[in-house]
Nanobody, 127 residues
Framework: QVQLMESGGGLVQTGGSLRLSCAAS????????MGWFRRAPGKEREFVAV????????YYADSVKGRFTIFRDNAKSTVYLQMNSLKPEDTAAYYC????????????????????WGQGTQVTVSS
């Protein structure tokens, strides 16, 4: 199985930046598709970004497109989420997820498509 651990969350002011990291255990990381999801207080978990195993395909939720960037370093078994121009509405617990399968982009925006999840890291954006 895959073990995931997020880090890099914190408190930042509106307009600031954070970079989240998700470190994966195992030696087959390069075969996994990786996604980021978030859950704000009182809301359901929502899709943020996804990257294909080879890093050649990325996709973002409309709410973060142009501000967030997902990338990965397979040599380090780590996927990142660079978050710029943060807004209060970005406040949430952020989770990384892994799947051994890659489907269509639409499928990869659904949390049920992922088999493994981290415990989350909190991002709070103050106004």
């Amino acid at each position: 199985q895959v073990q995931l651990m997020e880090s890099g969350g914190g408190l930042v002011q509106t307009g600031g930046s954070l970079r989240l990291s998700c470190a994966a255990s195992g030696r087959t990381f390069s075969t996994y598709g990786m996604g980021w999801f978030r859950r704000a207080p009182g809301k359901e978990r929502e899709f943020v970004a996804v990257i294909r195993w080879n890093g050649l395909t990325t996709y973002y939720a409309d709410s973060v497109k142009g501000r967030f960037t997902i990338f990965r370093d397979n040599a380090k078994s780590t996927v990142y989420l660079q978050m710029n121009s943060l807004k209060p509405e970005d406040t949430a617990a952020y989770y990384c997820a892994a799947t051994v399968k890659w489907g269509n982009i639409a499928t990869m925006t659904v949390d049920g498509s992922y088999s493994y999840w981290g415990q989350g890291t909190q991002v709070t954006v103050s106004s």
